[in-house]
């Protein structure tokens, strides 16, 4: 494949991935509206979207079987402009859960395949632009999602539903020019079969370095997923925060924050980042806590932003902590088995809260789910100090 054509064909690929990434969050300052108009709980906010975490999972479980297929990513395409029809045209609850259940399997999809095939092009090759766009496509529709619907919904006719509308046009847009170019690697090398799943689980939940890489990426997870799922119920109802544009923003801010902060190198070694990653989202969501005590915007503004940067700093040193202890043959899967465990806390924010909810109230789970991440964060950092690294070479500073 000529560079041009490579890099119009990554080009594309980050696009979408970006734009499969965009319903997981779309929805984050419509939740009120739905609310009002679908008649939906604040436990059942977080079962939605505890549904879209299962979608991608089960997205992600499926796709070292269907990878190799060079229509899996139109087909993808296909599934996800159903699942904008179906919020497009939702009237019940039922009808929210399959939407959002729908993107979830399309995302885990597009999570598993789309860096895949990133990886066989010379992106060191390409222009600045397309570089930038490979690496980071799903951190940019992560942050601009909320911002969009929230505007849109706003300021725009047709509230709670244009922002569907849009999504379907760009989805068929792009569908025609997401078909795999031929020679994609073949189904082994995608499954990572060449290292048994046994054996990965095993290396990945072996001695302090590892479970300080997982406790901070189950951090990072349950964080965003927090905020994600019931963040902006929370800013609504008990900040009092009415304009659903402001309120996307400050969702969209820790996905900002985070997806700047992971792009940076910083320097130190693999634990001191994770380290300050949980440091940071510890500091964040304690000012989350006290955001909620006193009903400050400002200060869950604050919050937002600490805790994003946490974020990316936590899963810079995870994955390269991750990537330190395999080889080259077993990387990719390893990788990909920690980002499935990390998942756990994106579920443990949504189905978990969601639950509480229900037989408490909103601020006390809201609350209390924050301190929960305070001394996850905390037993992370100690775990880091406590850890013998395998080597003595640095994985992460700068050259």
């Known amino acids: 494949m000529s560079n041009d054509r490579a890099s119009r064909t990554a080009l594309v690929l980050a696009l979408g ?119 980071s496509g799903n951190a940019i529709g992560l942050a601009v999602g909320p911002v969009w619907s929230g505007l849109l919904l706003q300021y725009a006719p047709l509230p709670g539903r244009l922002v569907w509308i849009i999504q379907i046009v760009l989805t068929a847009a792009i569908l025609p020019l997401v078909r795999l170019p031929a020679g994609t690697r073949s189904r082994a090398e995608l499954a990572g079969s060449a290292v048994p799943l046994r054996t990965t689980l095993r290396s990945l939940l072996l001695g302090a370095a590892a479970y300080a890489s997982f406790l901070a990426g189950f951090c990072t997870f349950a964080t965003g997923g927090l905020l994600g799922s019931v963040g902006s119920v929370a800013i609504h109802s008990l900040i009092g925060v009415e304009n659903g544009f402001v309120t996307g923003i400050i969702v969209s801010l820790c996905f900002g924050a985070s997806a700047v902060t ?105 609350n209390g789910f924050a301190i929960l991440m305070v001394l996850l964060c905390g037993l992370a950092m100690v775990l880091s100090r406590t850890a013998v690294r395998p080597t003595t070479r640095s994985a992460v500073a700068g050259g």
Not at 21 to 41: E, K, R, W
Not at 268 to 276: I, L, P, Q, T, Y
Not at 302 to 329: E, Y
Request: hydrophobic share 55%; charged share 10%; glycine share 12%.
């Open 262 to 366: 992971g792009a940076i190198r910083a320097r130190g070694s693999d634990m001191a980042v994770v380290r300050k990653g949980a440091l940071w989202m510890a500091v964040g969501s304690l000012l989350m806590f006290g955001a909620i005590v006193w009903a400050s915007v400002i200060l869950m503004v604050v919050a937002t932003l600490v805790i994003g940067c946490g974020q990316g700093l936590a899963m810079q040193g995870a994955t390269q902590a991750v990537a330190l202890r395999h080889g080259p043959a077993s990387t990719g899967a390893a990788i990909s088995v920690f980002f499935i465990l990390c998942y756990l806390g994106t579920t443990l924010a949504s189905l978990g809260v969601g639950s509480v909810i229900a037989v408490t109230s909103l601020a006390v789970t809201f």
């Open 17 to 135: 991935l970006g734009l499969v990434h965009m319903p997981g969050v779309l929805p984050a300052p419509l939740y009120p509206v739905y609310q009002q108009t679908v008649g939906i709980s604040d436990a059942m906010v977080g079962v939605l979207f505890g549904t879209y975490v299962g979608g991608v999972m089960i997205g992600l479980l499926v796709m070292p079987w269907i990878a190799r297929h060079r229509y899996v990513l139109v087909a993808s395409c296909v599934l996800s402009i159903f699942g904008n029809v179906l919020f497009l045209v939702a009237d019940s609850g039922d009808d929210l859960l399959a939407a959002h259940f729908v993107h979830g399997l399309v995302l885990g999809v597009f999570t598993g395949v789309v860096p895949v095939v990133l990886a066989d092009f010379d992106v060191s090759r390409m222009s600045k632009l397309v570089g930038r766009a490979t690496t």
